[in-house]
């Protein structure tokens, strides 16, 4: 993987099109190959069995650096040998990730994989995806624990910022209502129960 991680970031799971997408390069350069030393002269035909030999080289190489890894942070996706190219999306911003598989592709293990991001950044479809309920079910993982340390990160600044005001002067009305917000969004998100945002709600107010 060539596109450099953030801070605090993991891989966690790197993955590729499907091996199936090697075997017609090869039986391409076999058709020629086996043409040529039929109808060619012996020096002829290995010329360009040697030659177009270096399509499925090529088709490996690309196959090779075409990758989708997902971190504890977004879904990388980068490609290209001669050139090079490389997406990301945050994991914040993807909506829904959805997976298909043939009859043929669930006995080989290959599928498509659908992923639904932001409305500035659309819908992206991945053919003959290797493993892709192991992709699905990675991002749909790493979703949730980030979700579940953004929340813990903001239950652990709202708990300094109260112990902050504590013993100290009243804080303004404007940062009550921040406070609060916060508070309401920990609850919504299943962070604190409702009984500790009436305890926590009660404790400002009464600053």
Known sequence: MRTLLKKDETVLLIIRHHWLKLVMPFIVWLVVGTVSAIFFPHSIALVIILVTALYPVLIYFTWVHNIWAVTNLRVIDEGGFFTRYAKESPLEKINNIEYEQSFWGRILGYGNVDIQTAAEMGETNYQMIHHPKLLKDTITHAQEEYKNRLVSNQADQLA????????????????????LKKMFELMQAGAITQEEYVVQKSRLLKM
């Open 160 to 179: 300094k910022v109260i112990a902050s005001h504590v013993g100290t002067e009243r804080p303004t009305n404007t940062m009550i209502a921040d406070e």
